[in-house]
Structures are given as C-alpha cells and as structure tokens.
C-alpha cells in the first residue's frame, strides 16, 4: 500500500475524527466513537473513498498510533487531541516522574510566563521522552523541549491521564514546573 495514501487518509481522519465531524455528517459518541460502516459510508459520499483494508491499515501502522478500534472492531475513534466536546473515559493514573514537552520556539517566552494550557483542545499533551517532544516541537518551526515535574505536580493534586497511543494527558501545567531544556 502506497505510504502517501495512508498519511493522507490518517490527515481525512483526524481532522474528523478530532475536530469537524459533522463536516462529513457523522456524529461521535459521548466517548467518541463512530461506526466503522458509517465513517467509510461517510467519506465515500463526500468524495474521498476509504476501503476497509486502508482503515484497518492506518489504525494499525500510523506512527503516531492515532486512532483505535472497539474490542468488537465495529467501533472506532481518534486516542485524543479532540477539540469537540468527548469524554474518552481515561482513568488518571501516576505519571512517571518527568515528562516533556514540544514546541516551536515562538513559544517559549510565552510558555515560561503562563505556562501550559490546553488551549482549544481537552488537554496538553506530554511525551514520555525527548526524541518525540523534539518531533511534535518540530512541527511548530525550532523545536524546544520543556522537562515537565510531573511528580511535583502530581502530588499537588494534579491528575494524569496516559491516552491509548501513549501520549500523557493533563489540564494544565504552570510555570514552576517547567524547566527548558537543550534540544537535540
């Protein structure tokens, strides 16, 4: 399978599963899920036919492990990064005790005052390491890397929440627990 086509069907997806579902007429679950038949019902009457194999295909080998199916394989949903209202029923966990964060370094002043918010999404999103914080980071222009303390934070309350593609998950995280580190 031609590895542009599966980015560009992982790109239709996100953006419908995440943002704007009702763009192609689905409706999310409360817990995001979507139908299967109904999702690739949907795609081929707005012009951009997914075949059951492609799906299967992106769900499973997608870097960045971006969608899953239900345990009956008729359901499936983005992990996170949603900007529509979902509930993915994640249950706060402890976090290791650092994690980091990525972003272009037209940021960095801003972050450093105001720390981490969630901004139009349901959470910040944290990496457990460095190489994929420098590679969200990237995407923004110079990546810079924040180490996050999150053990601090986590006992002062603050919960965790580890997605299913293993991407961490919390509301906020102010200043005092960032520190910038050296990029790669």
Known sequence: MDNSRLVKISKYLSKHLRHQPQRINITLSPSGWVGVDELLAACKKHQFPISREELDLVVAYNDKQRFSFDSTGTLIRANQGHSVEVDLQLEAVVPPDVLYHGTGHKAVESILQTGLSKMSRHHVHLSADILTAT????????????????????????????????????????????????TL
């Open 135 to 182: 590679t969200v980071g990237a995407r923004h222009g110079k990546p810079i890397v924040f180490a996050v303390k999150t053990k601090a934070m986590y006992q002062a309350g603050y919960e965790f929440y580890c997605s299913d593609n293993n991407v961490w998950l919390v509301d906020n995280v102010p200043p005092e627990y960032l520190q910038k580190i050296k």
